[in-house]
């Protein structure tokens, strides 16, 4: 089945440093890929999406392209801010997943000043 | 944008008690909700998907009569989770999709639940 694999963390970063957080998928078909973000005591964020092969998602800074010759969804960002800490999930919705979405992990980002 | 308010934030019960976890779409109909669990340092998985007025789907392994989805209102979906037992105990996270197109979801921000 559909499954989505993204680097461990914790993260930690010192402020304006560059940020890659790797994610891998498995699908059959074309799944639309998202990154959402959840910060301390709140609800998941959509924070970007691609829907096909070659879209580049971007929002606040951060970018994630749609890989589908290797199978990935690496979000970055160029200049990372201590307000950027918080836990990231990498997610796909699959052809036939019935609109649910199929996340992975996520990744503990920590910013330090 | 379109908010889902889940109640409560967090729970402590005793072994074999009910506990009822409710997300309510604030500013839009939600005919579809999702309902996820979360343990420490895992991915959410998918417990179940329910649409409003009709029986939920649940995904393999998950106990049906355990974990009672009800949706009877585009703005209000519950999880009780039945004769509750510490393994029991995790995150329990609710979604709601918010297009017709698939691609907008909003997420509850989530239910910890304990069970001693």
């Known amino acids: 089945g559909d499954s989505v694999t993204q680097m461990e963390g914790p993260v930690t970063l010192s402020e304006e440093a560059f940020l890659t957080i790797n994610c891998t998928y498995t699908?059959?078909?074309?799944?639309?890929l998202f990154w959402y973000v959840q910060y301390p005591g709140e609800g998941l964020q959509l924070l970007l999406k691609?829907?096909?092969?070659?879209d580049k998602g971007s929002n606040k800074g951060f970018e994630a392209t749609y890989r589908k010759e290797t199978t990935s969804f690496h979000l970055e960002k160029g200049s990372v801010q201590v307000s950027d800490s918080a836990v990231y999930f990498c997610?796909?919705?699959?052809?036939?997943?019935?609109?649910?979405?199929?996340f992975g992990k996520g990744t503990s980002l920590l910013v330090t000043p | 944008g379109a908010v889902v308010s889940q109640h409560p934030s967090w729970v402590i019960c005793k072994s074999g008690t009910s506990v009822k976890i409710e997300c309510r779409s604030l500013?839009?109909?939600?005919?579809?909700m999702f309902w996820y669990r979360q343990f420490p340092k895992q991915s959410l998985m998918l417990m179940a998907t329910?649409?409003?007025?009709?029986?939920?789907?649940?995904e393999q392994g998950v106990e049906k009569d355990k974990f009672l989805i009800n949706h009877a209102s585009l703005t209000l979906s519950t999880l009780t989770v039945t004769s509750a037992h510490p393994e029991d105990s995790s995150f329990y996270i609710c979604?709601?999709?918010?297009?017709?197109?698939?691609?907008?979801?909003?997420f509850g921000s989530g239910t910890r639940l304990t069970v001693v």
């Open positions: 979604s709601a999709r918010t297009q017709p197109d698939g691609y907008g979801y909003t």
């Open positions: 699908a059959t078909g074309y799944p639309s």
């Open positions: 691609a829907t096909k092969a070659d």
């Open positions: 997610a796909l919705r699959g052809s036939n997943s019935g609109y649910a979405l199929n």
């Open positions: 500013d839009f109909q939600a005919t579809t």
């Open positions: 329910s649409n409003e007025g009709s029986k939920a789907t649940y």
